[in-house]
């Protein structure tokens, strides 16, 4: 019991070992929050980079978003295959 009162832990030695439970749990948090996220990765894209698109898709998507009408997706749609008119 002498640490308690007497010649160790006073108001500033339990604010510093405080702090630093606290900075440990967070560092320990954050490495295994990265250590997940890094498992999750996909190893063949790298980060940040956007998924590609084909040219279908975009087709597809300027048909929904009615920028072309059906006869024009049709023929584009029959010249990305390499089909003949």
């Known amino acids: 019991m002498m640490f308690w009162y007497g010649n160790g832990m006073n108001g500033w030695g339990w604010f510093a070992m405080s702090a630093g439970m606290v900075l440990f749990w967070g ?25 590609t698109t084909s040219a279908e898709q975009i087709l597809g998507e300027r048909l929904a978003r009615g920028e072309i009408d059906e006869e024009e997706y049709r023929r584009r749609l029959k010249a990305l295959r390499g089909e003949e008119p």
Do not use: N, Q
């Open 27 to 51: 560092l320990l948090i954050t490495l295994a929050v990265m250590f997940f996220r890094a498992l999750g990765r996909s190893p063949e894209r790298p980060s940040g980079s956007r998924p």
